[in-house]
């Protein structure tokens, strides 16, 4: 079962960081899960399906591609190495479970719930996650191009040591979200609303679109020196000479 932790202590914005626009506030961290899976039975085979009810089982190195589990119930489980191409999961929900070195393109999540999370050295393409809900989680290691979490929602969610290609998060809500170790390429925020997201810890910040939205989150000075000539565009700057 996850037991939620506290989470780390609000780091103050030094210098330029800020949060919301205010000067020197303090950053709330997010929640980390902590979760302690039972003893995991080996699942048992057969094709996924759709509405199923998974609790307390291992699913390991096993070929899911093109299978359909739509709106089915992972509680207490274990995924480990499985291949998701193109796996329909849409409003599939993942509870209290670790989900490590997963693979697969165009996974199919859209609105699905992801809580009390692990996702461990995934390596993922085309991903979609639009409308999806995402609390305590954490997502570490690996590689995920083009996720698509438009129109998601994000609580207490850490990105750590992983690599996102191009990711959108066009209008998703994101709130006490970390970037830790993490490199952010191309990333589109275009109509997203933010509050507590810490991209301070982002080895590299890369912005495609939504640089207006970024008020409630907080960037460090070099950060900000490199995302100068993006803020000047969008504010319509000359910068010569």
């Known amino acids: 079962m996850a ?3 506290t989470g780390r202590t609000g780091r103050t914005g ?3 960081g800020s949060t919301g626009g205010r000067a ?3 950053v709330k961290g997010a929640r980390r899960p902590e979760v302690r899976l039972p003893p995991l039975e080996p699942y048992g085979g057969g094709e996924l399906e759709p509405d199923g009810d998974y609790d307390g089982v291992e699913l390991r190195e096993l070929d899911l591609a093109g299978q359909d589990g739509g709106g089915a119930r992972f509680m207490d489980c274990a995924l480990t190495g499985c291949a998701l191409d193109g796996t329909r999961l849409r409003h599939t929900r993942f509870l209290d479970s670790v989900l490590t070195g997963i693979r697969g393109v165009g996974t199919d999540l859209a609105e699905a719930t992801l809580r009390d999370v692990e996702l461990l050295d995934a390596r993922l393409g085309g991903t979609q996650m639009y409308g999806a809900v995402l609390e305590r989680v954490v997502i570490r290691g690996g590689k995920i191009d083009y996720l698509n979490l438009r129109q998601a929602r994000l609580r207490d969610v850490v990105f750590e040591s992983c690599v ?3 990711p959108d ?3 998703a809500r994101l709130e ?3 970037f830790v170790d993490c490199a952010l390429k191309s990333a589109d925020f275009t109509a997203a609303t933010l509050a ?8 590299e910040l890369g912005l495609a679109g939504g640089v207006d939205r970024l008020s409630g989150a907080v960037i460090s ?3 900000l020196l490199d995302l100068a000539p993006v803020l000047a565009a969008e504010l319509g700057i000359r910068v010569e000479g």
């Open 3 to 5: 037991r939620t932790g």
């Open 14 to 16: 030094g210098g330029t």
């Open 24 to 26: 020197g506030a303090v």
């Open 164 to 166: 996102l290609v191009e």
């Open 169 to 171: 998060f066009g209008g």
């Open 176 to 178: 006490r979200v970390e």
């Open 196 to 203: 507590d997201v810490d991209l301070r810890g982002a080895v």
């Open 221 to 223: 000075a070099a950060q």
